[in-house]
């Protein structure tokens, strides 16, 4: 696609219940970052891919968050057993590899919002 | 002390103002990143730049490597540039991805 996809665009979901966040990035973009954006907050961020590299999962608030990217494009973010808290919009961005000359320009996809009730 | 402030934090404008959103880093960087978000939107890419000064419409952004500042100008301001602005700095090496956020400006221009 053109640009960096992501589904399911809302999701309402109860507490406890598992969820499936979805991003598509941008066909050649080895790079993807997943962060959580709070009503009125920043950017949070929460995993980092980079090919075949292992993830950079420093941000992940809890074990009950995992994310997994298959064949080095398409990835998952999945929240076990929902929590009020995590209400939040996720998005995710991609980009070129970085490099220490700098990386290409970052584009972001337009983000999950969930609601957990 | 955040490795990359922005400030002001929020920024009130009347329509035609001169508007400059300013973004000091302390760590080492590949390249700054300058970004759009507006109320309920996505997220765009304004600018990326690792030296000099780059220009796009009224939008304007310069760095200055060596005092480890970026300045984002918007000239002859209007109502629809209202929204977040927010600064990146790519630190290749560095942690979450090499990248990090600045807190984001939020500007509001009045008609």
Known sequence: ?????QSP???????????????????????LYWYRQSLGQGLEFLIYFQGNS?????????DRFSAERTGGSVSTLTIQRTQQEDSAVYLCASTLRPTPQGSGELFFGEGSRLTVL | KNEVEQSPQNLTAQEGEFITINCSYSVGISALHWLQQHPGGGIVSLFMLSSGKKKHGRLIATINIQEKHSSLHITASH??????YICAAMNYGGSQGNLIFGKGTKLSVKP
């Not at chain 1, 979805?22 to 973009?29: E, L, Q, V």
């Not at chain 2, 109502?79 to 977040?84: F, K, L, N, T, Y």
């Open chain 1, 1 to 5: 696609g053109a640009g960096v996809s």
């Open chain 1, 9 to 31: 665009s809302n999701k309402v979901t109860e507490k406890g219940k598992d969820v499936e966040l979805r991003c598509d990035p941008i066909s050649g973009h080895t790079a």
């Open chain 1, 54 to 62: 292992a993830p950079d999962k420093s941000g992940l608030p809890s």
């Open chain 2, 79 to 84: 109502p629809r540039d209202s929204a977040v």
